[in-house]
């Protein structure tokens, strides 16, 4: 007779058990990762904040100290622009004056040459003391005592027409292509002297 067999009483192993811890395991790792990874991301946001706010105060400073030169470099230069107008325009003050004095002594010698050279001079003479600014009749006529003689030729050859009734008087006070007209009104000084103090007043008035 054979042995009867022994039965062994079987045992589930704890699987489940293990399966959640390995579970819980993994969760726990993919929650830090993801805690890991947002801190860094925040850490790498403010690093990059903070580096854009030092670029953006160093360009600012950068700026600001261009600004600054380029103010001063201006500065500079109004000043050295003053400088130079104080020093340089009193010299060209006086050579304009001197450009001045020279042309109106050049024009009164070229005028007193032709007045003793031109033939046409008596005839200058005439017109120029007979053309008034105002609507007047003139009734004496002053000259130099040589121009008197060519004058009283020109208009003894009917070469100019004066007024009816004018005297012409010799003046020894006054030069060669000098005349004085006095009319109802009053006089016309027509003296080349006169002409030139006239326009030397405008040229170099307030600069003498």
Partial sequence: ?????????F??????????????TEQQRAAGYAAGWAAGARAAAESAQADRGRLQAEHDQREAARDAATAQAISALGEAINQW??????????????????GLDLAQAVLQHEITTDPQSARTLLERALDL?????????????????????????GGIQVP??????????????DAITEHDEGALDGRISTALARAREILLGGQE
């Fill in 1 to 9: 007779m054979s042995p009867e067999p022994k039965v062994s009483t």
């Fill in 11 to 24: 045992t589930p192993a704890v699987i489940a058990s293990a399966s959640r811890a390995s579970h819980g």
């Fill in 85 to 102: 107008h104080r020093r340089a325009l009193p010299i060209l003050d006086e050579a304009r004056r001197s450009v001045y004095e020279a």
């Fill in 133 to 157: 600014p105002i609507d007047a009749e003139p009734t004496v006529l002053r000259l130099n005592p040589e121009d008197v003689p060519h004058v009283n030729v020109l208009i003894a050859s």
């Fill in 164 to 177: 009816e009734g004018l005297s012409i008087v010799a003046d020894a006070r006054l030069s060669r292509g």
